[in-house]
């Protein structure tokens, strides 16, 4: 009976603890925690599936490393633009339901899916008729092998491109729902079927990027069935019919773009500029490419808990913007960001014991292990220190509408610092890819003292989303 009675005690501590700190007239702990453990799972899948994938290819030399990367910063600058399209219907669809505007919930969840699947299609047709034109433009001093390599992932990458657009439209709706479960299905489905296909096509059968581009392709097209099938065979009000999925309905379209365009610009031309500095790397040389690649690949798994949380307080500061809780989405952001931080120092706690061993699995030459381990240690204290106020805040300044605000911001800050000091630490400098990654980190503390500023402040939760 003590035992049970002392039990007892710790269990109601901690609820009076989430309550404090979580929990609001809009939103208790209970719900937040059941929005953030199947985020949680999603992005570990995300994250866990570009680590493999690397690690996959790299059995197919350097070359291939450097191709695929090459390639996937050009992906990362177009899918940000679906994504930023999707997070601005996520916002409509949460701040709808957080109204409770049920009626008009529907409208929006097809506006999102709609405004998505244009821009996917559109683009995607673009990048398959530029494709040799594009890479020559970028990466034209990149070895012979690698542009052949890299031309044939990128068609085959933008093939897919409108099956990801409408997985991630619905996706980003049913987040903006709160039903994380629904979203982390997709997840599970498109992620767990591309690193499936991969070990057969890619290790098993040795197919190597022509391997990588089938599974690609196959499992971004089974995962959109599965968006489509979820939203048409839905038991709930939100039940979209088929024909309503894809529908031009000109003022929510007008809602979706407003809200998510000045986001994809921003993702644009922050992107852009991480693009820009990987034309930088290219003309260091394959290894330099690898180098890159891999410390990508590896310091993105400390990032798994606070991509999750990221991802979450839109929904959460969404909702309560709808239903006008200011308090609790004020108390969420600095939750979200304590737990953030905290977040990266349990990780690197784990991960940092067994770098070497993480390092080996992508079967590194021996002269950019040093450069790849000071890279991975400079950046997870940056993280640790940086990465809340300049990622985590500016997702919560979305989620109440404050998007010009945030694009304008990220756009200066990653052409000002990042571009230009990665140019003179990288090149002129001549420390290389640790130098264009320490400028990497120091624009990440420009750009999160201004969002922080922006917090403190309350034109970010006077913005009008919905009527």
């Given amino acids: 009976m003590k035992k049970y009675g002392k039990e007892k005690t710790i269990f109601e501590k901690a609820d009076c603890f989430l309550k404090r700190h979580l929990s609001g007239d809009t939103l208790d702990y209970r719900r937040i925690i059941a929005l953030i453990i199947p985020l949680f799972i999603d992005q570990t899948f995300i994250i866990c599936t570009n680590f493999f994938n690397i690690s996959m290819i790299s059995s197919s030399g350097m070359d291939a490393v450097s191709a695929v990367n090459m390639v996937d910063s050009i992906n990362l600058f177009l899918l940000s633009v679906f994504i930023a399209v999707a997070t601005g219907g996520t916002v409509i669809v949460a701040q709808m339901k957080g109204r409770g505007n049920h009626r008009e919930v529907p409208r929006a969840i097809s506006g999102t899916v709609t405004s998505v699947f244009l ?42 491109y409108v099956f990801f657009g409408l997985t991630e439209s619905v996706s980003a709706s049913l987040r903006g729902l709160g039903e994380t479960r629904s979203s982390l299905l997709l997840t599970l489905c498109m992620n767990g079927l591309y690193v499936l296909l ?3 096509l890619v290790l098993e059968c040795s197919l190597g990027i022509v391997g990588m581009i089938i599974s690609l392709l196959a499992a971004r097209i089974i ?37 998510g365009i000045p986001f994809a610009a921003e993702q644009m031309f922050f992107n852009g500029g991480k693009l820009l500095t990987q034309t930088f790397i290219v003309g260091m040389g394959t290894y330099a490419i690898a180098t890159h690649a891999i410390t990508s690949s590896i310091t993105s798994l400390f990032m798994i808990p606070a991509n999750t949380l990221s991802l979450g307080i839109i929904t959460v500061v969404g909702q309560c913007m709808g239903n006008k809780d200011i308090a609790q989405a004020k108390k969420s952001i600095r939750t979200f960001s304590v737990m953030t931080s905290l977040s990266i120092l349990i990780m690197a706690v784990v991960i940092l014991p067994f770098i070497g061993n993480i390092v080996g699995v992508f079967h590194p030459t021996d002269n950019i292990v040093g450069s790849i381990l000071l890279i991975t240690f400079v950046n ?17 300044l979305r989620a109440a ?65 919905i009527d």
């Fill in 119 to 160: 821009i996917s299609f559109g683009i995607g047709l673009l990048i398959i008729i530029f494709s040799s034109v594009i890479l020559g433009f970028l990466f034209g001093n990149a070895e012979e092998n690698v542009l052949i390599n890299a031309q044939l992932f990128l068609v085959g990458s933008a093939a897919s």
């Fill in 198 to 200: 991969n070990i057969i």
């Fill in 223 to 259: 995962a959109s069935g599965v968006a489509v099938y979820l939203l048409i065979r839905r038991k709930n009000m939100f039940r979209l019919s088929f024909s309503k999925i894809i529908r031009i309905d000109p003022p929510m379209l007008g809602r979706a773009f407003a809200l």
């Fill in 380 to 396: 997870t204290a940056a993280q640790l220190i940086f990465w809340p106020s300049s990622f985590l805040f500016p997702s919560a």
């Fill in 401 to 465: 509408g404050d998007a010009r605000f945030t694009s304008v911001v990220s756009m200066l800050s990653m052409w000002l610092f990042r571009v230009v000091m990665g140019y003179v630490m990288g090149v002129i400098f001549g420390w290389g890819v640790p130098g264009v990654w320490f400028a990497m980190e120091a624009e990440w503390g420009v750009r999160g003292v201004i969002f922080w500023l922006r917090l403190r402040g309350d034109k970010w939760y006077r913005h009008k989303v």
